[in-house]
């Protein structure tokens, strides 16, 4: 039998994956340590109201921090990672973010395990360290002892060694494993308060989405009546007038018939143009990559398209085609007139079940949703079919955005 199949060796090395997973908590530990006293006094910033701004800025390093460790944790584990659903920190009123921080299970999860996390994890690896000294004496005895014996029985009797996994050194492993799962109940939500995150969600994106489905029949009446209602009166008393003058003066009858033909053109652009900003006809006939390679030659910067992806001739659903086109089509809206940019890109991903779309340029950033720029109709539009954005426009630049669409496919 080798050297690597030593029972002693292989409980050496199972203790050591152990210690480091113990060892990398004692790092989170201090992080935690730490990071409770600048929560309890961005608490208390908050209390006299000149902290709010901080809450929502304070969960995002939070969320990185648990995250690593649920993470950590999966892996000890064997299974696997799925992230909890943190709160939105961008976009929208700072009030309403500070809702979402101050109301969120998952927020409060985090807090509450910080300071466990100090203690317990700092205790887990100072009993590991504990255990290494006693561990190796008495296994390092015992198991080379019982391998003798094992070995003896193999040969006499042909039977292969069972396996031994020690007596003290085994324990290293027990307290990672306790630690591990100490932590994912810890940080993960109870049932009834995902159920209820997971409501407040649906009921927002709902609230979302009627708002903009109000927008856009308002923009569409609008659109009707001060474009092609309008053409369409005017044309009518063209008509009026050149049936008047028929009689009496034939060549003014047909200077009004020729204008009344300019504005049956003009009445049809407008209705074509009503009907593109409902359903863009080369949606159907060219298909959602063909679409954007579309909008990026029609765009006022450069844009370069990777959409392969959704080049395959596979379609996806209608509903999730029109809302990525027109979340690129608003995209490239707003880096044309607000960005300074002088190129953009744009890419489209299609995962098991997901489809990613990409936009980014390398304009000023600086882009505020309440500015009425357009990503509050961005946001609203994924948000109503399940789906998440992530903006991201520092000053300066670049700006991105980031859009998961559930297409089943």
Known sequence: MSTEDHPLTAAIRRAGHASRHLFVGVLTALVCYVSTFLVVAVLLFAAVIIGLPALPEAVKPLRRLVEFERRRAAERLGVPHVPAPWPATDGGELSERVRRVLTDPTVWHGVRWMPVHALAGNALAYLAMVLWPTG???????LSLQHLLDRRRADEYGTPPPERRGWALRWIGVLADLSASWNTSLLTPSPSAALADRIDQLTESRAGAVEAHGAELRRIERDLHDGAQARIV??????????????????????????AQDG???????????????????????????????????????????????????????????????????ALTNIGKHSGATAATVRIDRAPGTLRVAIGDDGHGGADERAGSG?????????????????????GGPTDIEVELPCGL
């Open 264 to 330: 049956v053109d003009a009445a049809l652009a407008e209705l074509r143009h009503v009907v593109r900003g409902i359903h863009p006809p080369v949606l159907t006939d060219r298909g959602l990559a063909g679409a954007v390679r579309a909008l990026a030659a029609d765009a006022a910067v450069p844009v370069a398209a990777d959409v392969d992806a959704v080049d395959d001739g596979r379609r996806l659903p209608a509903a999730i085609e029109a809302a990525a086109y027109f979340v690129v089509a608003e």
């Open 136 to 142: 190796l004496l008495v296994d390092g005895v015992a």
């Open 375 to 395: 990503l509050v109709g961005i946001r609203r539009r994924v948000a109503a079919l399940d789906g998440t954005t992530r903006i991201s426009s520092p000053t």
């Open 234 to 259: 005017a044309l009518s008393m063209r008509i009026g007038l050149a049936k008047q003058l028929l009689d009496r003066d034939p060549a003014a009858a047909r200077l009004r018939l020729d204008e």
